[in-house]
């Protein structure tokens, strides 16, 4: 059974129309032989002639009989939109038509054409051609479109009918693969085409049969799309299980569209799948994306190992009502936790699956902003619960943006919900004024500033609590700028010395609930956590502070840069000092925590030149003069096909210290073959988080790829799958839930094949 599935996942390769990620809004058709070395025409393309309304004939003989005139020896007739040659060619001017044999080449404005025999004439002013015995090509792509043999081919400038023939997106004379079929037509005017008893060929061994085939000749159209063949195992069942995955597209109109799926999993059964999509407007302006809204359904009727139903539902909405208003909308469910690890095996990291409705208003004119938001999670694989907003709405607003003292309000009102009913739960409403104003004086930039927030809870199992926390500090900064040169560049260098003063008095709040907060040192203390002056995330907790930050950035960038490039080199390092030795505690009912007097050093440094770029960041404790935290990551990026990726990081939470390494790259063995991997390994424990291995063949109109996965299934071993694609060039292109795995599995990498 598996050796007939891998069989039929060749033959239906053929199939696809187009790809499943298409944009509705735009659908460009997929360029035919991109960058083939070996394209070619059928003959060497003519130039029209110039005289309009007019036939510019040559030959070695003519003779005049009546209305004809017949032509002899190495004729050749010209006009402003044909070209025609051959040995023997007669031309009626009673009907303007002409027929020529021997030899005959054949140009128009699309097509090429060579035969024994072939005629031409006009109905309505529109020319119609017919060849005998003919080879031909479509050219208009400029690249070199269908080609292929015929017994009788008859086109218009609508339409080209095909008797007897084959037809391939291949090159000329480098047809892999090509359709055999009594009869093509192929409609311009409807961009289909239609073969009946077509046969499809690949390297002349015939791998599909059917008695009629359709195809969207160019852009999208509806149709079959790449099967996904896949083997995996299946722990405690079979360990050499299959699954195949044959999906049909249909183009319902412009601005919306439908797939349609069926899986086979041999150890569980059929899954039904569809997901529509719709375009509801265009972007409204470069700063926005489209309007669209999309739902997906998939469903097991009956598990073969539990026998109960599995489903999943998605549904996704983004829509702008106007340039300000923004809504969007997402739910995602599934039957039970074990969804993905068992069914799905793409998303087994996944721990949760969030849902929301959000309504926001942003006036960037008048820097006003509203929010409200509502949220509900699902846990999956063993996924823990948390908090989650129930009903969340905010509100922010600049006063005097444009003025040298600015005032920020900020207000924000949360109510907390969480699956367990021991868990407290409440409403959290948080307000926070903030004024700044910079000095004036020429050098430094001094910048005075202040705060009030001021918090309510509203729980549900305590007395309410009332926080009020003030807030001051100055920022001095000794920025200087020049231009200079580094590494052959010239840059604009920016070296930002920075002290900051940041002072609020203690506030008892270990009988506050932890809603959404926790300490950023848990994991690597960076440069942006100091300089901010915030140690928690979330804002149950408001540390205290009398400390000095101390940081020195120093950054080269090009002159010419634009914004979306990146700096050349950024070096940065910080630290804290605390005159304080008690902070905030992030632990409920513990109001303090004691710290010494300093807070490590961190310090980044990020460079990035031509295809190279290098980023690292580390913790150093100043008493044991160690790097406690790190994370480094090099890389080598020419193209999507040829990159390498290496990173190392040691974190340590909860004083468990886990050392991570990653690789990641592809690299091409020849123009057409290219290897790739990736590998997220746990250096601490030895187990691998996941492992991807791969290759891939793309050839001028066929592309084959293979990749094989290992994952941890987090219950002491893992799972394994392989999956494969064929995809024949011009018949469809892939955006299959292999490119997702891949691409997710593998930052960097482009898996699209066409």
């Not at 036939?55 to 009989?65: H, N, T, V």
């Not at 739902?295 to 829509?319: C, H, M, Q």
């Not at 804002?539 to 840069?561: G, K, P, Q």
């Amino acid at each position: 059974m598996k050796k007939v599935l891998i069989f039929v996942v060749l033959m239906l390769a053929h199939l696809s129309t187009y790809a499943e990620g298409v944009d509705l809004n735009c659908s460009p058709a997929q360029p035919i032989c991109d960058n083939c070395t070996e394209y070619q025409t059928l003959f060497p393309l003519e130039q029209f002639s110039e005289n309009t309304g007019a036939l510019d004939i040559e030959a070695d003989e003519s003779e005049i009989l009546e209305e004809k005139y017949l032509l002899s020896g190495n004729v050749e007739v010209n006009s402003e939109n044909l070209y025609l040659s051959a040995s023997d060619v007669e031309v009626s001017s009673a009907d303007s038509s002409l027929l020529a044999k021997g030899n005959v080449k054949f140009q128009d404005e699309s097509y090429l054409i060579t035969g024994d025999l072939l005629s031409a004439s006009r109905d309505d002013n529109e020319l119609i051609a017919t060849a005998t015995n003919a080879n031909y090509q479509d050219y208009s792509a400029g690249l070199g479109g269908a080609n292929g043999y015929t017994e009788v081919i008859e086109k218009t400038p609508t339409s080209v009918l095909l008797t007897n023939s084959t037809y391939s997106l291949c090159p000329v004379d480098h047809n892999d693969w090509q359709i055999d079929a009594d009869q093509i037509e192929l409609n311009l005017k409807k961009n289909r085409g239609v073969a009946g008893n077509a046969t499809i060929k690949f390297y002349g061994v015939p791998i599909f049969y059917t008695p009629k085939y359709s195809w969207v000749l160019s852009g999208r159209g509806s149709g079959f799309l790449t099967p996904d063949y896949s083997t995996y195992n299946e722990p405690g069942q079979n360990d050499d299980a299959y699954s195949l995955r044959i999906p049909y597209y249909l183009n319902l109109a412009p601005d919306r569209d439908l797939l349609v799926a069926l899986t086979y999993m041999s150890s569980r059964r059929f899954i039904y799948e569809g997901k529509y999509r719709q375009l509801i407007a265009p972007k409204i302006s470069a700063d926005h994306e489209d309007s669209l809204y999309s739902i997906e359904a998939k469903y097991l009727p009956e598990d073969k190992i539990t026998g109960l139903k599995r489903w999943l539902v998605n549904f996704s909405e983004e829509l702008d009502l106007s340039d300000k208003i923004h809504l969007s909308a997402q739910y995602h469910r599934v039957s039970d936790a074990k969804y993905f690890e068992e069914i799905a095996r793409t998303n087994t990291d996944v721990k949760t699956l969030k849902s929301s409705l959000k309504y926001s208003y942003e006036d960037k004119d008048n820097n006003l902003s509203l929010m409200i938001l509502t949220e509900d999670e699902q846990l999956v694989n063993a996924g823990t619960p948390a908090y989650t907003k129930a009903l969340e709405g905010s509100f922010s607003k600049t006063l005097n943006a444009d003025q040298k003292m600015p005032i920020q309000v900020d207000l924000v009102s949360t109510r907390f919900a969480h699956d367990t009913a021991t868990k407290e739960s409440g409403t959290r409403t948080h307000g926070n004024v903030g004024i700044s104003r910079e000095l004036n004086i020429l050098y430094p930039k001094v910048t005075p500033r202040a705060s009030v927030a001021i918090t309510h809870y509203s729980l549900k199992n305590n007395p309410n609590i009332n926080r009020t926390v003030l807030g001051s500090g100055v920022d001095v900064d000794f920025t200087v700028n020049n231009e200079t040169n580094l590494f052959g560049y010239k840059v604009n260098h920016q070296i930002s010395p920075l002290i900051s003063y940041n002072y609020r008095a203690k506030k008892v709040q270990g009988n506050i609930p932890l809603f959404d907060s926790s300490d950023k040192y848990d994991d690597i203390v960076s440069f942006a956590d100091l300089t901010s002056g915030e140690r928690y995330t979330g804002l149950d907790r408001i540390t205290n502070a009398n400390d000095v930050t101390l940081s020195l950035e120093s950054t080269y960038r090009e002159i010419d840069a634009s914004e979306d490039d990146k700096d050349l080199l950024s070096m940065k390092i910080a630290q804290t000092y605390y005159t304080d030795d008690e902070v905030v505690s992030d632990t409920a009912n513990t109001n303090y925590e004691t710290r010494k007097s300093y807070s490590d050093i961190a310090a980044s440094i990020d460079l990035s030149i031509n295809k190279f770029s290098l980023s690292s960041a580390a913790q150093f404790n100043p008493d044991t003069s160690k790097i406690v935290k790190r994370t480094n990551t090099i890389s080598y990026n020419p193209s999507s096909r040829k990159f390498i990726t290496l990173g190392f990081s040691k974190t340590g939470i909860d004083g468990v210290v886990t050392e991570t390494e990653k690789l990641y790259g592809a690299y091409p063995l020849t123009d057409s073959i290219h290897l790739f991997g990736g590998l997220d390994k746990n250096i601490s424990t030895g187990i691998t988080n996941s492992e991807t291995t791969g290759v891939a063949y793309e050839s001028c109109c066929w592309a084959f790829r293979i990749a094989h996965f290992k994952e941890d299934n987090s219950s002491g071993g893992y799972n394994y799958s392989t999956g494969m694609e064929l995809v024949l060039t011009g018949l469809g292109s892939t955006s299959s839930p292999l490119n997702g795995k891949i691409e997710g599995k593998i930052p960097g990498y482009i898996a699209n094949l066409r």
